[in-house]
């Protein structure tokens, strides 16, 4: 089975943290994503990366930062955590290919800044 | 740019009856598209996708979605509506460019009445 799995369900931080979230896919994709999911504005990308050390930004980079060292992981930096980054962070891959451009998503990690 | 309009942030049905959720896009090239659904605390699980060829398009637990090139949509049908379709309902647009990145809807709360 498929899976892309995000390393914390739910995570506390403190405003001015450094906060690191996880993300790794076993299913050998090129394709990494980071979403932010904020009600009523449904999901909009932070970063993406098509490949190792490769990072593009998306709609919404500001304060956030992606490191990709390993084809299978993908890393989203919260430098210095701010109460406007609490949300739901999802993580994607897909493969290259115009035939395959699903995207799987991980359970997300709901993230609380106070 | 790509965008997604779905309309009606909320939705709701009786047991048994038509569920219609609205996807309008907006692309400069022929789109790719997506409905995914997400259930309480879950990550996002792909329903069905439009690529290339037949316009219907079926997807898992009954769910279809018929591509309208010259209306721009792409419209979520289920003839009769289930206690378990409650979830929220993303739709989803891709040029199969950078890196297959998706660009999302708002989303449309499914209540499903008993």
């Known amino acids: 089975d498929v899976k892309v799995t995000q390393s914390s369900r739910y995570l506390v931080k403190r405003t001015g943290e450094k906060v690191f979230l996880e993300c790794v896919q076993d299913?050998?994709?090129?394709?990494m994503f980071w979403y932010r999911q904020d009600p009523g504005l449904g999901l909009r990308l932070i970063y993406f990366?098509?490949?190792?050390?490769?990072?593009e930004k998306g709609d919404i980079p500001e304060g956030y930062s992606v490191s990709r060292e390993k084809k299978e992981r993908f890393s989203l930096i919260l430098e210095s955590a701010s109460t406007n980054q609490t949300s739901m962070y999802l993580c994607?891959?897909?493969?290259?290919?115009?035939?395959?451009?699903?995207?799987?998503f991980g359970q997300g990690t709901r993230l609380t800044v106070v | 740019a790509q965008s997604v309009t779905q309309l009606g942030s909320h939705v709701s049905v009786s047991e048994g009856a038509l569920v219609l959720l609205r996807c309008n896009y907006s692309?400069?090239?022929?789109?790719?598209l997506f409905w995914y659904v997400q259930y309480p605390n879950q990550g996002l699980q792909l329903l069905l996708k439009?690529?290339?060829?037949?316009?219907l398009v079926k997807g898992i637990n009954g769910f279809e979605a018929e591509f309208k090139k010259s209306e721009t949509s792409f419209h979520l049908t289920k003839p009769s509506a289930h206690m378990s379709d409650a979830a929220e309902y993303f739709c989803?647009?891709?040029?199969?460019?950078?890196?297959?990145?998706?660009?999302f809807g708002a989303g449309t709360i499914l209540r499903v009445k008993s």
């Open positions: 994607a891959s897909s493969a290259v290919g115009k035939a395959n451009t699903e995207a799987f």
């Open positions: 299913m050998d994709h090129e394709n």
């Open positions: 990366s098509y490949d190792v050390k490769m990072k």
């Open positions: 692309s400069s090239v022929p789109p790719y």
């Open positions: 439009y690529t290339t060829g037949a316009t």
């Open positions: 989803a647009v891709s040029d199969g460019l950078d890196g297959n990145k998706l660009v």
